[in-house]
């Protein structure tokens, strides 16, 4: 019993003094990475119904910069932790350990959208950039990457933004269909429940009917379903795997480099036991995506199942890096200590 509760306290100061020793570090880019938080645009109509908007169009900013090797993108969990609090920018600086924060909002009109997008500099509160971008209701898919090539030449003048204009012509889809994955993600992002999923999946499932070619709905899907086998509150466990396996071969059938779709599977695989196929599509997942604390996070958790402890923690410790207020990337390496 003496040496259980020695183990027990041993581990838990471990696990304490590393993330002391993580949290003194935010603000610092990571090998030289452009570090940068997007927040939840705010909705300026009275119509709160349209909230999706503006959490959809930030979502998919990061998504958009996070593909970007100069970059380094708090991740959603993290950014939207400021939504609906009046945060100063050290504030935000303090807890996402970021350089730069894009913050905006959008007004819907008759035929489109009003959005007014601000770059600030963190270490100073200072707003270096600001830009109004009207986009119509049938160009609505294509104006998160317009923001966000527009905020990468800002920051790196003379950056190569081939990938992005090749993205640009992948994301025009049909407004209909574009609105229904939108209002699908911002039911993915909630805390989940069979209710909150299925809402999720019958709007992705609604955008893919109408665009079945959109890739990004089929990787939204994807982790749709994971999340359902996550749960593992259902009857139909085996179903939401093959499902989920479907629609994420599907987006990576669709768009090679679509990393997103290799780290679900990479997930499912983990989950479901297949580690060895876990490891191939996270390794494909880092090369596409190497800046992403999510694919670190997913990566060391992998690596400690296949016994490779010294690289797992060097995959979960560069994954806080990268994020320093996701706080999952804290749990993760504090189950690994322990």
């Not at 992705?204 to 089929?218: I, V, Y």
């Not at 290799?262 to 997942?285: C, F, K, M, V």
Request: proline share 3%; aromatic share 10%; hydrophobic share 40%.
């Amino acid at each position: 019993a003496s040496w259980s509760r020695y183990l027990l306290a041993a581990g838990a100061v471990l696990i304490l003094s590393a993330l002391a020793y993580l949290a003194t570090r935010p603000g610092e880019e990571s090998e030289q990475l452009t570090s940068l938080a997007v927040l939840p645009f705010t909705n300026l109509s009275r119509n709160q119904d349209f909230n999706y908007l503006g959490e959809g169009l930030a979502d998919e900013i990061i998504t958009t910069l996070g593909s970007l090797e100069q970059f380094s993108v708090s991740s959603r969990t993290s950014s939207f932790y400021f939504q609906d609090q009046a945060s100063s920018m050290q504030e935000i600086r303090d807890r996402l350990g970021v350089s730069y924060a894009i913050e905006g909002s959008l007004r819907p009109e008759t035929d489109g959208l009003m959005i007014n997008v601000s770059l600030f500099e963190m270490i100073n509160g200072r707003q270096i950039w600001a830009r109004q971008f009207s986009t119509t209701s049938e160009r609505l898919s294509e104006v998160s990457n317009e923001i966000a090539s527009a905020v990468a030449l800002v920051l790196h003048p003379g950056i190569d933004l081939a990938r992005l204009q090749t993205a640009a012509s992948a994301t025009r889809v049909a407004a209909d269909a574009y609105e229904a994955y939108l209002r699908g993600l911002d039911f993915l992002s909630r805390p989940p429940s069979p209710e909150t999923l299925d809402a999720a999946r019958l709007f992705f499932s609604s955008a893919l009917e109408l665009a079945p070619d959109f890739e990004r709905a089929s990787a939204a899907l994807c982790e749709t379903h994971l999340t359902y086998y996550r749960m593992a509150r259902t009857d139909d466990v085996e179903v939401h795997y093959q499902n989920a396996v479907s629609q994420c071969e599907a987006a990576i059938n669709l768009d090679a480099t679509h990393w997103a779709g290799r780290q679900s599977l990479a997930a499912l695989y983990r989950l479901s036991g297949r580690y060895e196929d876990a490891l191939r599509e996270i390794r494909l997942a880092d090369t596409l995506q190497p800046g992403t604390a999510t694919v670190q996070h997913e990566y060391g958790k992998i690596l400690e199942l296949l016994g490779e402890a010294e690289a797992a923690e060097q995959k979960l410790r560069r994954g806080i890096e990268l994020d320093p207020g996701f706080w999952g990337g804290y749990a993760d390496l504090g189950d690994f200590l322990y």
